[in-house]
């Protein structure tokens, strides 16, 4: 079992920027893939970003590419996605996400998810 813990998140303005982070249990979270996606109010969740390894294999949908930057530090056993330049599109609420075989990016676990607002 593999528990997933989000901080971060909350109101911010136009333009503005937040961190995204995401603690998870396990002896092998450097064989994880992770991801963060988000599901905004009347649509369908959606793929943000995603890691597996270390962070020189990160990707994001190419929605948020130039604005979004995920990053994992196996040593800690964590995930953060640093999202700069924000719009009230970005309004939405986050989850990260675990494949724990980290290689089918089939995401067996989530996090409970993490509001974030934009102000227009």
């Known amino acids: 079992q593999v528990q997933l813990v989000e901080s971060g998140g909350g109101l911010v303005q136009t333009g503005g920027s937040l961190r995204l982070s995401c603690a998870a249990s396990?002896?092998?979270?450097?064989?994880?893939?992770m991801g963060w996606f988000r599901q905004a109010p009347g649509k369908e969740r959606e793929f943000v970003a995603g890691?597996?390894?270390?962070?020189?294999?990160?990707f994001v949908a190419d929605v948020v590419k130039g604005r979004f930057t995920i990053t994992s530090d196996n040593g800690k056993n964590t995930v953060t996605q640093q999202m700069n330049s924000l719009t009230h599109e970005d309004t939405a609420v986050y989850y990260c996400?675990?494949?724990?075989?980290?290689?089918?990016?089939?995401?067996?676990?989530w996090g409970q998810g993490a509001q974030v607002t934009v102000s227009s």
């Open positions: 996400a675990a494949d724990v075989l980290g290689g089918s990016w089939q995401f067996d676990y």
């Open positions: 396990g002896r092998a979270f450097s064989n994880y893939a």
């Open positions: 890691v597996r390894g270390s962070s020189t294999s990160a």
